[in-house]
């Protein structure tokens, strides 16, 4: 069992920037493959970015690409979504995920693949 908290959310202009984290405890965090979604009012979740275990491999939704950027610290089981050049359209609940795999490359898009997430931290950007 993993527990995920996620933080860093708030209100922020357009063109602003915010770094949520999201803290794992439980089992080893190394084994994990990470995900950030993300969920709009009146809209499905959708896929924000992903990280392998050890961090080699990325992938992120088109709408975000070049703009946010997720890490992860393994020491500190933590995973990290930097959103720069925030937009209105950015606005959302964001759950952090966590899936296992044996394969180090695996960062899938797909939210069926995660077995534990996160209670989502409220980002609105708004003038």
């Known amino acids: 069992q993993v527990q995920l908290v996620e933080s860093g959310g708030g209100l922020v202009q357009p063109g602003g920037s915010l770094r949520l984290s999201c803290a794992a405890s439980?089992?080893?965090?190394?084994?994990?493959?990470m995900g950030w979604f993300r969920q709009a009012p009146d809209k499905e979740r959708e896929f924000v970015a992903a990280?392998?275990?050890?961090?080699?491999?990325?992938n992120y939704a088109d709408s975000v690409k070049g703009r946010f950027t997720i890490g992860r610290d393994n020491a500190k089981a933590t995973v990290y979504l930097q959103m720069n050049s925030l937009k209105p359209e950015d606005t959302a609940v964001y759950f952090c995920?966590?899936?296992?795999?044996?394969?180090?490359?695996?960062?899938?898009?797909?939210?069926?693949?995660?077995?534990?997430w996160g209670q989502g931290t409220q980002v609105t950007v708004s003038p």
């Open positions: 990280m392998s275990r050890s961090g080699g491999n990325t």
């Open positions: 995920a966590a899936g296992v795999t044996s394969l180090d490359s695996t960062a899938p898009l797909q939210s069926s693949r995660y077995n534990y």
């Open positions: 439980g089992r080893t965090f190394g084994n994990y493959f």
